[in-house]
């Protein structure tokens, strides 16, 4: 693989795509995929702060922290060129009707970020993946409530990696949609439901899954908190088929 991105060998990035194919999500590490002993932890310093993150009018949870930015790539064999899309709007997601614009960081002035959004692009499989698309970033820090009930945010596919958690609960969850009734109650057992740990990483394909994850509990002597980068392989409907 070329653009300075390091990855996993052959046979497990084959491993991965044919599981994650198959039964439509994969859990992996930053470690699995070769990202350096030290990243997740430069990368928090970075951008899980309080000169990145904001918290917006009319998000929910309320007091969700949070920043985002949207990249535009293409495929060249092994090449995979980005650049930065001028639109970040989002648009009737996660159960919130109507358009919001949050405030937006620029994720490819950082070279290390930057070779983040190409390993995390490589997760898909190579007869799934498009020659041209957006690829949505967004930062997340929360304290209570992950998100609402089981939602799709009618994207392609879906990459969560967590970065740290204080506190236990946020366990991420993955329902069939014919699992979950119109109010967003559950009415059977969900395919996944897995605490991620700080170093986590989980890829799944959104339309075959309602996902969320359970409120944070707070340590015994302090709050709760889960800093997470969630991301979206996006449609082209999204962005390229409505922006000239």
Same mark, same amino acid.
């Given at each position: 693989?070329?653009?300075?991105?390091?990855?996993?060998?052959?046979?497990?990035?084959?491993?991965?795509?044919?599981?994650?194919?198959?039964?439509?999500?994969?859990? *992996?590490?930053? /470690?699995?995929?070769?990202?350096?002993?030290? $990243? /997740?932890?430069? $990368?928090?310093?970075?951008?899980?702060?309080?000169?990145?993150?904001?918290?917006?009018?009319?998000?929910?949870? +309320?007091?969700?922290?949070?920043?985002?930015?949207?990249?535009?790539?293409?495929?060249?064999?092994?090449?995979?060129?980005?650049?930065?899309?001028?639109?970040? *709007?989002?648009?009737?997601?996660?159960?919130?009707?109507?358009?919001?614009?949050?405030?937006?960081?620029?994720?490819?002035?950082?070279?290390?970020?930057?070779?983040?959004?190409?390993?995390?692009?490589?997760?898909?499989?190579?007869?799934?993946?498009?020659?041209?698309? +957006?690829?949505?970033?967004?930062?997340?820090? +929360?304290?209570?409530? &992950?998100?609402?009930?089981?939602?799709?945010?009618?994207?392609?596919?879906?990459?969560?990696? &967590?970065?740290? /958690?204080?506190?236990?609960?946020?366990? *991420?969850?993955?329902?069939?949609?014919?699992?979950?009734?119109?109010?967003?109650?559950?009415?059977?057992?969900?395919?996944? /439901?897995?605490?991620?740990?700080?170093?986590?990483?989980?890829? $799944?394909?959104?339309?075959?899954?309602?996902?969320?994850?359970?409120?944070?509990?707070?340590?015994?002597?302090?709050?709760?908190?889960?800093?997470?980068?969630?991301?979206?392989?996006?449609?082209?409907? +999204?962005?390229?088929?409505?922006?000239?």
């Amino acid at each position: 693989m070329s653009n300075d991105a390091t990855w996993l060998g052959l046979d497990k990035r084959e491993e991965l795509w044919s599981a994650l194919d198959s039964r439509g999500y994969v859990v *992996t590490s930053d /470690r699995s995929l070769g990202l350096p002993d030290k $990243f /997740r932890q430069n $990368f928090s310093r970075t951008y899980f702060n309080e000169r990145t993150l904001h918290r917006h009018e009319g998000d929910w949870p +309320t007091d969700r922290l949070r920043a985002r930015d949207v990249i535009y790539y293409e495929r060249y064999d092994d090449y995979v060129d980005l650049q930065r899309h001028d639109v970040i *709007t989002i648009t009737d997601r996660a159960g919130i009707p109507g358009k919001r614009e949050h405030v937006r960081v620029e994720f490819l002035k950082d070279p290390d970020a930057k070779n983040l959004v190409r390993i995390l692009l490589e997760l898909v499989p190579p007869q799934r993946r498009r020659p041209r698309g +957006t690829f949505g970033v967004n930062l997340f820090r +929360t304290f209570t409530n &992950v998100v609402t009930t089981p939602h799709h945010d009618n994207e392609e596919f879906i990459i969560l990696y &967590v970065a740290d /958690r204080v506190g236990d609960g946020a366990e *991420t969850y993955l329902y069939r949609p014919e699992d979950v009734a119109e109010d967003g109650r559950p009415i059977s057992q969900p395919v996944l /439901r897995q605490q991620l740990n700080p170093g986590d990483i989980i890829i $799944f394909e959104d339309k075959r899954f309602k996902h969320g994850a359970t409120p944070l509990i707070n340590p015994a002597d302090g709050k709760a908190q889960r800093d997470a980068l969630v991301c979206t392989v996006d449609y082209t409907s +999204t962005y390229l088929e409505t922006v000239s």
